[in-house]
């Protein structure tokens, strides 16, 4: 893996105890073993560390190709100011954000896999969940001016304007107190 992709995640990296971890969350889905790859850090993003890692699941008897995608809390302090004040904890901040518009939204979501709040199995507090492929937005160089974006066709790019808008309105019609993220108010 080129040195600009590795984080200090990679060097300490417990495939093991994540295949145990991860089986252990999804055994009432029928999952018997899970077998996990090398990780893939995604380029761009500042605030946190996100690997995927490619898994070959057993399910039922059967062997998937799979991927996760694991956020753990990074070593440093964090870029922002704390969000809420119930925890300092980055990653089960956006865990109890995930859960609540996966379970009261209609807002797209990556399916939730598990949230481990002490550093037994990673290091630190980290949450899985399932991979989603898509395009992701680079920040530098802005996607604007570079990448899928900036190279699309007008329709394609009209196409995605429209699905952002239309995902900005559905965040918009959450019922946050339903969704639980009353935690986020000061």
Do not use: C
């Not at 605030?47 to 070959?56: D, N, Q």
């Not at 949230?115 to 980290?126: A, R, S, T």
């Amino acid at each position: 893996m080129p040195d600009h992709l590795r984080s200090p995640l990679d060097e300490d990296l417990d495939l093991r105890a994540l295949e145990e971890w991860l089986v252990d969350r999804l055994s009432d889905d029928g999952v018997e073993a899970v077998r996990l790859a090398a990780p893939v850090r995604p380029e761009g993003g500042y605030s946190g560390e996100t690997l995927i890692l490619p898994a070959v699941v057993e399910k039922d008897g059967r062997e998937v190709e799979d991927r996760f995608v694991v956020r753990r809390e990074p070593p440093e302090a964090a870029i922002y100011p704390a969000q809420s004040p119930t925890t300092t904890v980055e990653v089960e901040l956006q865990w109890r954000v995930l859960r609540g518009l996966e379970d009261h939204s209609e807002v797209p979501v990556a399916p939730s896999v598990g949230f481990e709040p002490d550093g037994k199995v990673l290091g630190g507090p980290f949450f899985v969940t399932g991979f989603v492929a898509g395009d992701i937005p680079r920040e530098d160089p802005a996607y604007v001016v570079e990448g899928f974006y900036a190279e699309a066709t007008p329709q394609r790019r009209r196409a995605m304007n429209e699905a952002a808008a239309q995902t900005i309105a559905t965040v918009n019609r959450v019922d946050w107190m339903a969704a639980g993220l009353g935690h986020l108010v000061p």
